[in-house]
């Protein structure tokens, strides 16, 4: 099963030599397949991109993506852009650019619809109870999208540890996203 690190302001910060420091720790313990640098609050996000761009560079084969902005994605050259669910008609525009797409899903309906517009992956949530991110779907519900449809998923959502990670592994899930796992 993949792994994917997500980034968050709370743990990472958004001091440059502090991010970066704390961000090469946690590739190097974790070893994650994919990371996503997400910060929607950074005034100085492209800088900061920059900067995650760089540190992901040093293991290889992690697949880096940046969140949302897929011209910047595209001109820092990341390997692609993690769009909202609110982003569906950026799928096209980021594919056009030579990026990977990785897009957030919370229902059977967008699963679907991301595959039909040439996403290569979904993030699907949530999937445990998350603090803020309402009513846990459950791996029973995970399992049934997975053997509805073709695209790769990522099982997102109140993966902290071992725990949830064992009961994620007969799902047939591509992989998991965490924030809170890779801590």
Request: hydrophobic share 40%; glycine share 8%; aromatic share 10%.
């Given at each position: 099963?993949?792994?994917?690190?997500?980034?968050s302001?709370?743990?990472?910060?958004?001091?440059p030599?502090v991010?970066?420091?704390?961000?090469?720790?946690s590739?190097?313990?974790?070893?994650?397949?994919?990371?996503?640098?997400?910060?929607?609050?950074?005034?100085?996000?492209?800088?900061?991109?920059?900067?995650?761009?760089?540190?992901?560079?040093?293991?290889y084969?992690?697949?880096?993506?940046?969140?949302?902005?897929?011209?910047?994605?595209?001109?820092?050259?990341?390997?692609?852009?993690?769009?909202?669910?609110?982003?569906?008609d950026?799928?096209?525009?980021?594919?056009?650019?030579?990026?990977?797409?990785?897009?957030?899903?919370?229902?059977?309906?967008?699963?679907?619809?991301?595959?039909?517009?040439?996403?290569?992956?979904?993030?699907?949530?949530?999937?445990?109870?998350?603090?803020?991110?309402?009513?846990?779907?459950?791996?029973?519900?995970l399992?049934?999208?997975?053997?509805?449809?073709?695209?790769?998923?990522?099982?997102l959502?109140g993966?902290?540890?071992?725990?949830?990670i064992?009961?994620?592994?007969?799902?047939?899930?591509?992989?998991?996203a965490?924030?809170?796992?890779?801590?």
């Amino acid at each position: 099963m993949k792994k994917y690190l997500i980034t968050s302001r709370e743990h990472y910060t958004d001091t440059p030599a502090v991010f970066r420091s704390i961000l090469q720790e946690s590739l190097k313990k974790h070893l994650p397949d994919f990371a996503l640098y997400r910060d929607k609050s950074n005034p100085h996000y492209a800088t900061q991109a920059d900067h995650f761009l760089g540190v992901c560079k040093n293991f290889y084969g992690l697949k880096a993506f940046l969140h949302q902005d897929y011209d910047l994605a595209a001109k820092l050259g990341a390997t692609g852009v993690h769009l909202t669910s609110q982003q569906f008609d950026a799928i096209p525009l980021a594919k056009d650019l030579g990026l990977e797409v990785i897009i957030s899903t919370h229902t059977h309906d967008e699963v679907h619809i991301a595959e039909t517009m040439g996403a290569d992956y979904v993030s699907y949530s949530p999937i445990f109870s998350t603090p803020g991110k309402g009513e846990p779907k459950g791996v029973d519900d995970l399992r049934e999208i997975i053997a509805m449809t073709d695209i790769d998923i990522f099982a997102l959502g109140g993966i902290i540890g071992d725990k949830e990670i064992e009961a994620l592994q007969e799902s047939g899930a591509f992989g998991f996203a965490s924030i809170r796992y890779f801590q």
